[in-house]
T-cell receptor, first 114, second 111 residues
Framework: GAGVSQSPSNKVTEKGKDVELRCDPI?????LYWYRQSLGQGLEFLIYFQGNSAPDKSGLPSDRFSAERTGGSVSTLTIQRTQQEDSAVYLCASSLVWERSEQYFGPGTRLTVT | GENVEQHPSTLSVQEGDSAVIKCTYS??????FPWYKQELGKGPQLIID?????GEKKDQRIAVTLNKTAKHFSLHITETQPEDSAVYFC??????????FGKGTRLHILP
């Protein structure tokens, strides 16, 4: 079956512009996660959604970052007034249930802020 | 909160030799420990996981060991092959909490 998909695969934007990154999780997965991976670095947790519960936003680095998940499926990560330090690969993952369950990752969106 | 330390950050081994990656965790309540492999240009993929009710788990050439007392766990890859070259992440989680990843180990298999 289809895995986690993300779009766009690459995004180049000018400093100060807003960007939206999209994630389509695996159908039926109740949990969805966003991570940021800077060049050669580890996985930095940003936010997760679990069913109808309030999202855990504890990893968002600033108020320029926000995310929503509509209808318990598709999620959008929005970065406002982008800065050069926002350049990274943004990974989305989903899992059947949210705790102690395998996460299935998408291929990521490579964001470059010029 | 939980903190996961992973060593080494880079590891080079000769093809056919074994590779070992070690991780420690801080929260004694953690009870689920997965390992992910990330190939170039792709998202991480689960390769093996272990729960705290067992001390070792093996799947073909890969194995994971867990020492709950010392709060450390390790990934062992035997008879390494070129396709094992990748970045490996360990992680830990507990009930009602999110998973915490280590910073990753870049494994190079030398011909």
């Amino acid at each position: 079956g289809a895995g986690v998909s993300q779009s766009p695969s690459n995004k180049v934007t000018e400093k100060g512009k807003d960007v939206e990154l999209r994630c389509d999780p695996i159908s039926g997965h109740t949990a969805l996660y966003w991570y940021r991976q800077s060049l050669g670095q580890g996985l930095e947790f940003l936010i997760y959604f679990q069913g109808n519960s309030a999202p855990d936003k504890s990893g968002l680095p600033s108020d320029r970052f926000s995310a929503e998940r509509t209808g318990g499926s598709v999620s959008t990560l929005t970065i406002q007034r982008t800065q050069q330090e926002d350049s990274a690969v943004y990974l989305c993952a989903s899992s059947l249930v949210w705790e102690r369950s395998e996460q299935y990752f998408g291929p990521g969106t490579r964001l470059t802020v010029t | 909160g939980e903190n996961v330390e992973q060593h080494p950050s880079t590891l080079s081994v000769q093809e056919g030799d074994s590779a070992v990656i070690k991780c420690t965790y801080s929260d004694s309540a953690s009870n689920y420990f997965p390992w992910y492999k990330q190939e170039l240009g792709k998202g991480p993929q689960l390769i093996i996981d272990i729960r705290s009710n067992v001390g070792e788990k093996k799947d073909q050439r890969i194995a994971v060991t867990l020492n709950k007392t010392a709060k450390h766990f390790s990934l062992h890859i035997t008879e390494t092959q070129p396709e094992d070259s990748a970045v490996y992440f360990c992680a830990a989680s507990k009930r009602d909490d999110k998973i915490i990843f280590g910073k990753g180990t870049r494994l190079h298999i030398l011909p």
